[in-house]
């Protein structure tokens, strides 16, 4: 939406504001799952480096 003046040609193009969303914390069983995915990551990351050890 753009508005104009008499004025000089000022222009007021501002973006609409928009709502707010307050995020909720996770549930125990989210929380969970995050700490299992956590622990597969870590797994991961350490075998990679001992292979690329091993490989070297």
Known sequence: MYTTTNENGILNNYAPETKFYYAESPSKEQQS????QGAVAVLFIISIVFI???VS
């Open 33 to 36: 799952k995050y700490a299992f």
């Open 52 to 54: 690329a050890l091993g």
